[in-house]
């Protein structure tokens, strides 16, 4: 029997079908509730439920805490309801988050950053302009093939969208981007999505973590800080296994150069001899660095693994939960892999 949901920040209650999530019955009636991994990992969707009953099917400690969960918290991409339920959505009430929309564009740069990475670059041919907050991302459909999530690199206020695209090699996208993707295709841009976006009215030292292609949606968070002329410490640590995964390196440091509150430090997990950078994990080197850091905000994008060590690092040196941002980047097979799990 469906039940119906309401949604504190909406108007229209949902229908939800037998076996359906919150999150996926509030999409399929257009609405932008905010989500991420959708499979019960990252706490995008982390929501209250402030009436009827909903089931939760497995996720990770790291999106939901036992406390969290004690308090009547939920995940919206894993509750189920068992009744009619109210919740409401977490903490994004006082931001306005841009409408999610569908914008055709047309690719007007491609260029290899890496061995494994082309940065991507596209302009609204009908449609425009893409609307999004610093750090969010939006789904790309390449001709017929499906489409995948990419976070904007870009700053909100520039009309070029720019993307960081990594070849998987067992992926159908990524292969395609790699070899024979030309400028001036059409590529239809859907979003945004995501809520590790910046914010903007935060004052106190932030902490960027960005590892391979993550770069791109701390890339958007750093520039447009520096853009709104913000004046605190920024720390940027891009993590790469080895030499080659580093990219935009003289782009940073010019920014540095203008910018005395900007700090840009590059991290080589397995350095392939003696250099000259940072090396270890990024969770190491970030905690190494740092004493106590309440007050301080924390964004962070790249691998799951990466992504949850150093949340953990940042909160065992006093980081509130509610100050990290996080996107971690699955895979296709990772999130087959979790869905399977689950
Ligand atoms: S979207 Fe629900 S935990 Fe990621």
Do not use: W
């Not at 994004?92 to 670059?121: F, M, N, Q, Y």
């Not at 859907?190 to 914010?199: A, D, I, V």
């Not at 940073?252 to 080589?268: D, E, M, Q, S, Y």
């Not at 994990?281 to 693994?305: E, M, S």
């Amino acid at each position: 029997m469906p039940f119906t949901v309401k949604i504190r920040q909406f108007d229209d209650p949902v229908s939800v079908g037998e076996g359906q999530t919150i999150l996926e019955a509030a999409l399929a009636h257009g609405l932008p509730y905010p989500h991420g991994c959708r499979s019960g990992n990252c706490g995008s969707c982390k929501s209250e439920l402030l009436s009827g009953k909903a089931d939760l099917q497995p996720y990770s400690e790291f999106a939901l805490t036992e406390e969290e969960r004690q308090r009547g918290l939920i995940l919206a991409c894993r509750a189920v309801a068992l009744s009619d339920c109210e919740v409401a959505y977490l903490g994004l009430e006082e931001i306005e988050v841009p409408a999610v929309r569908k914008v055709a564009c047309r690719v007007t740069g491609i260029v290899e950053a890496t061995h494994d990475i082309r940065i991507v670059r596209m302009e609204a041919a009908s449609g425009g302009p893409f609307e999004f907050l610093a750090g969010q991302y939006a789904g790309l459909s390449f001709g017929d093939l499906p489409p995948r999530d990419f976070s904007m690199a870009n700053r909100p206020d520039e009309p070029t969208l720019e993307f960081h695209i990594r070849l998987m090699p067992e992926g159908t996208v990524s292969p395609y981007v790699a070899t024979a993707l030309k400028l001036g295709e059409e590529v239809m841009v859907e979003g945004p999505y995501g809520t590790s976006f910046l914010r903007e009215a935060h004052t106190g030292p932030v902490i960027a973590v960005a590892g391979g292609s993550g770069l791109a949606p701390i890339k958007s968070i750093v520039e447009m800080a520096l853009k709104m002329g913000k004046r605190q410490g920024i720390y940027l640590y891009f993590g790469g296994r080895e030499e080659r995964d580093i990219y935009l390196e003289d782009h940073f440091k010019r920014l540095v150069a203008r910018h005395p509150n900007l700090h840009f430090i590059t991290v080589l997990s397995e350095p392939a001899g003696p250099t000259k950078r940072r090396s270890g994990l990024l969770a190491d080197v970030v905690a190494q660095d740092f004493g106590d850091l309440d007050g301080c905000k924390a964004y962070l994008a790249g691998p799951p693994i990466m992504v949850e060590t150093t949340t953990e690092a940042l909160v065992d040196l006093e980081l509130r939960p509610e100050d990290c941002h996080a996107d971690a980047f699955y895979t296709e097979a990772e999130k087959a892999a979790l869905e399977s799990s689950s």
